[in-house]
């Protein structure tokens, strides 16, 4: 080999060996490019939050921030007795965040509200039953029957079991102890009635729709009727005290009472005969229903949950309302005070609470909200029941700790303006709760209640947990059969009529009719004596006209014989026996059959 062939192959190997060095230069330096990126990546992974084992996974899909679902979880987590609400939802639902209502709080009284077909219902009776479990009696009208499920174990479903375990629900069908009212006994039910002294003015005013006047002139006819120990049973003894004060002997009573017309008193007379017309007679009479009987437990120490069916009497509203009212101003009256308690002595809910408010005078809506802001006091919670917070007026809505607020509508500029309100109530959150509230689902709502220190807690968006009894109605059937074994049948079922403002309204005046009649008689005989007298004078002064005159004196002594007298001796004859005859009958009246 030449030395030129031998050059040229030192070159190449060479080359080969510089292009082997480099390629191992480049796969040193990517190796090392790729261990600082895996160690780069090792680190930021280590510096980012562990995630919970829990399905929180989802949350970032919902509004609310890790932070946020915290800041739930920790405001729900509470120490005493408490209601399984739901669980958060936040995108998905999570069943380790549990939203809960303190039995202890139930008596700072509370509201569920939502637009018609949200779940409101359903809300009622998953609080009712859990307060029954709690040994918490329960008191509710049940607008529509639905409510009467409570007393029968629910159904199993493939869709109530996919619900349940989403929310971490450990469903079991269960029924609760049920006890059926029925207002005036119309309908299935222990009949619910009241005295007319019982109701009082006020709230018969409203029922009326008396004006403030008219409300003004009936408070002052109780008034009368207890001074005068007249009891106002029923609407007829009502209707009787009216009638008598329009009397002659009761306008004497009226001036007495001042300031009560006798227009006035025609106005309610007329609206208690339509209103009994209507009839609402039936709801008014004894025995007075005792409403220490609603709180009452079962042997088994569950709650008995009080059912007032007022299907019959939805075209009174307003009756029905103003029942309702009753009702816990007669508890408000009657319990003693207890204070802060482990647990309520009754929880008692108001659906249709619009009702109550509307058309309501200021000393009507003054009684309520005293009502309402005292009668905690005595044991007893409130849950007003409505279409939106704006139903129940500012003053009484301050005294409501707990909310659930199912989905709001917002198809009118009213609509519109109901949300606005609504949102503006609400603790800050980090929802854009104007939004949320038109969006929630059927058994969702959004949530604040008050924890066990006094504080509002955080605002949730919950998916509500499932009755654990049936769904429906229980059956007309079993509802019969429950109120005919009911112990309180014997106590209220038959209707009593005792003595009252009626009965003694109608002695006095049958009394007073029949003294009226004697004097008109009495006149009259005394009137007919008079004219009697007169003719006899008369017939005497005739009798003396007509004597004939005396004969001339004779010369001749007669022989003596005895005086008499003319008049003596007329009445000696026929004619004037008969004259006396007549007189001295009409005088006596003994022949007088008038």
Same mark, same amino acid.
């Given at each position: 080999?030449?030395? /030129? %062939?031998? #050059?040229?192959? +030192?070159?190449?190997? $060479?080359? !080969?060996? &510089?292009?082997? @060095?480099? *390629?191992?230069?480049? /796969? %040193?330096? #990517?190796?090392? +490019?790729?261990?600082? $990126?895996? !160690?780069? &990546?090792?680190? @930021?992974? *280590?510096?980012?939050p562990?995630?919970?084992?829990?399905?929180?996974?989802?949350?970032?899909?919902?509004?609310?921030s890790? @932070?946020?679902?915290e800041?739930?979880?920790?405001?729900?987590?509470?120490?005493?007795?408490?209601?399984?609400?739901?669980?958060?939802?936040?995108?998905?639902?999570?069943?380790?965040?549990?939203?809960?209502?303190?039995?202890?709080?139930?008596?700072?009284?509370?509201?569920?509200?939502?637009a018609?077909?949200?779940?409101?219902?359903?809300?009622?009776?998953?609080?009712?039953?859990?307060?029954?479990?709690?040994?918490?009696?329960?008191?509710?009208?049940?607008?529509?029957?639905?409510?009467?499920?409570?007393?029968?174990?629910?159904?199993?479903?493939?869709?109530?079991?996919?619900?349940?375990?989403?929310?971490?629900?450990?469903?079991?069908?269960?029924?609760?102890?049920?006890?059926?009212?029925?207002?005036?006994?119309?309908?299935?039910?222990?009949?619910?009635?009241?005295?007319?002294?019982?109701?009082?003015?006020?709230?018969?005013s409203?029922?009326?729709?008396?004006?403030?006047?008219?409300e003004?002139?009936?408070?002052?006819?109780?008034?009368?009727?207890?001074?005068?120990?007249?009891?106002?049973?029923?609407?007829?003894?009502?209707?009787?005290?009216?009638?008598?004060?329009?009397?002659?002997?009761?306008?004497?009573?009226l001036?007495?009472?001042?300031?009560?017309?006798?227009?006035?008193?025609?106005?309610?007379?007329?609206?208690?005969?339509?209103?009994?017309?209507?009839?609402?007679?039936?709801?008014f009479?004894?025995?007075?229903?005792?409403?220490?009987?609603?709180?009452?437990?079962?042997?088994?120490?569950?709650?008995?949950i009080?059912?007032?069916?007022?299907?019959?009497?939805?075209?009174k509203?307003?009756?029905?309302?103003?029942?309702?009212?009753?009702?816990?101003?007669?508890?408000?009256?009657?319990?003693?005070?207890?204070?802060?308690?482990d647990?309520?002595?009754?929880?008692?809910?108001?659906?249709?609470?619009?009702?109550?408010?509307?058309?309501?005078?200021?000393?009507?809506?003054?009684?309520?909200?005293?009502?309402?802001?005292?009668?905690?006091?005595?044991?007893?919670?409130?849950?007003?029941?409505?279409?939106?917070?704006?139903?129940?007026?500012?003053?009484?809505?301050?005294?409501?700790?707990?909310?659930?607020?199912?989905?709001?509508?917002?198809?009118?500029?009213?609509?519109?303006?109901?949300?606005?309100?609504?949102?503006?109530?609400?603790?800050?959150?980090?929802?854009?709760?104007g939004?949320?509230?038109?969006?929630?689902?059927?058994?969702?709502a959004?949530?604040?209640?008050?924890?066990?220190?006094?504080?509002?807690?955080?605002?949730?968006?919950?998916?509500?947990?499932?009755?654990?009894?049936?769904?429906?109605?229980?059956?007309?059937?079993?509802?019969?059969?429950?109120?005919?074994?009911?112990?309180?049948l014997?106590?209220?079922?038959?209707?009593?009529?005792?003595?009252?403002?009626?009965?003694?309204?109608?002695?006095?005046?049958?009394?007073?009719?029949?003294?009226?009649?004697?004097?008109?008689?009495?006149?009259?005989?005394?009137?007919?004596?008079?004219?009697?007298?007169?003719?006899?004078?008369?017939?005497?002064?005739?009798?003396?006209?007509?004597?004939?005159?005396?004969?001339?004196?004779?010369?001749?002594?007669?022989?003596?014989?005895a005086?008499?007298?003319?008049?003596?001796?007329?009445?000696?004859?026929?004619?004037?026996?008969?004259?006396?005859t007549?007189?001295?009958?009409?005088?006596?009246?003994?022949?007088?059959?008038?």
């Amino acid at each position: 080999m030449s030395d /030129a %062939a031998a #050059q040229v192959e +030192a070159a190449k190997r $060479a080359l !080969q060996e &510089a292009e082997a @060095a480099l *390629a191992a230069e480049e /796969a %040193a330096q #990517q190796a090392a +490019a790729e261990q600082a $990126a895996q !160690q780069a &990546a090792a680190e @930021a992974a *280590a510096s980012r939050p562990t995630p919970s084992p829990t399905p929180q996974a989802t949350a970032t899909r919902g509004p609310l921030s890790d @932070a946020g679902v915290e800041t739930i979880r920790a405001g729900y987590a509470f120490t005493g007795e408490v209601l399984e609400i739901g669980a958060l939802v936040n995108g998905d639902a999570l069943p380790g965040v549990q939203v809960r209502i303190p039995v202890a709080m139930l008596n700072r009284h509370g509201l569920v509200a939502g637009a018609t077909g949200t779940g409101k219902t359903r809300t009622l009776q998953v609080l009712a039953e859990q307060l029954s479990a709690a040994g918490v009696p329960v008191f509710a009208a049940d607008i529509k029957g639905d409510l009467s499920g409570v007393a029968t174990p629910g159904a199993e479903s493939a869709k109530l079991d996919e619900r349940t375990k989403g929310i971490g629900q450990p469903w079991v069908a269960a029924s609760f102890p049920t006890e059926y009212f029925a207002l005036g006994g119309v309908g299935r039910g222990v009949p619910v009635r009241a005295t007319v002294s019982g109701f009082g003015p006020l709230l018969l005013s409203k029922v009326l729709g008396l004006n403030n006047t008219q409300e003004s002139s009936l408070g002052l006819v109780f008034h009368y009727a207890s001074k005068a120990g007249l009891p106002l049973v029923d609407l007829s003894d009502l209707r009787a005290v009216l009638s008598y004060l329009t009397t002659d002997d009761g306008k004497v009573q009226l001036k007495e009472l001042g300031g009560l017309s006798a227009a006035t008193v025609g106005v309610i007379l007329r609206e208690l005969v339509t209103f009994a017309d209507q009839g609402a007679d039936v709801f008014f009479g004894e025995p007075e229903i005792d409403t220490a009987d609603f709180l009452r437990t079962h042997a088994d120490g569950r709650g008995i949950i009080s059912l007032l069916e007022v299907p019959g009497v939805q075209d009174k509203p307003e009756l029905y309302s103003t029942f309702l009212m009753w009702l816990l101003a007669d508890l408000f009256n009657d319990l003693p005070e207890v204070g802060d308690v482990d647990k309520p002595k009754l929880v008692f809910f108001f659906d249709e609470a619009h009702l109550l408010f509307k058309n309501a005078s200021k000393d009507f809506l003054d009684s309520i909200t005293q009502t309402v802001r005292l009668i905690r006091s005595k044991g007893v919670g409130i849950v007003f029941v409505t279409q939106t917070p704006k139903d129940v007026p500012g003053d009484v809505l301050a005294q409501l700790g707990s909310r659930v607020q199912h989905q709001l509508r917002a198809f009118t500029p009213d609509d519109a303006r109901a949300l606005k309100a609504t949102v503006s109530t609400y603790p800050t959150s980090e929802y854009e709760l104007g939004g949320v509230l038109t969006q929630l689902a059927t058994g969702e709502a959004i949530v604040t209640v008050m924890n066990e220190k006094g504080a509002p807690t955080p605002v949730a968006w919950t998916r509500l947990r499932a009755p654990q009894g049936s769904m429906s109605p229980t059956p007309p059937e079993r509802i019969d059969a429950a109120v005919a074994a009911s112990s309180l049948l014997t106590k209220y079922g038959a209707a009593i009529d005792n003595e009252s403002a009626r009965e003694i309204l109608g002695r006095k005046l049958e009394a007073a009719a029949v003294a009226a009649a004697a004097a008109e008689s009495a006149e009259e005989q005394a009137q007919a004596a008079k004219a009697q007298q007169a003719e006899y004078e008369r017939l005497l002064r005739q009798a003396k006209k007509s004597q004939p005159a005396a004969p001339r004196a004779s010369t001749r002594r007669p022989a003596q014989r005895a005086e008499t007298n003319p008049v003596e001796d007329f009445l000696d004859s026929s004619a004037g026996k008969s004259v006396m005859t007549a007189v001295v009958r009409g005088i006596f009246g003994t022949l007088r059959r008038r």
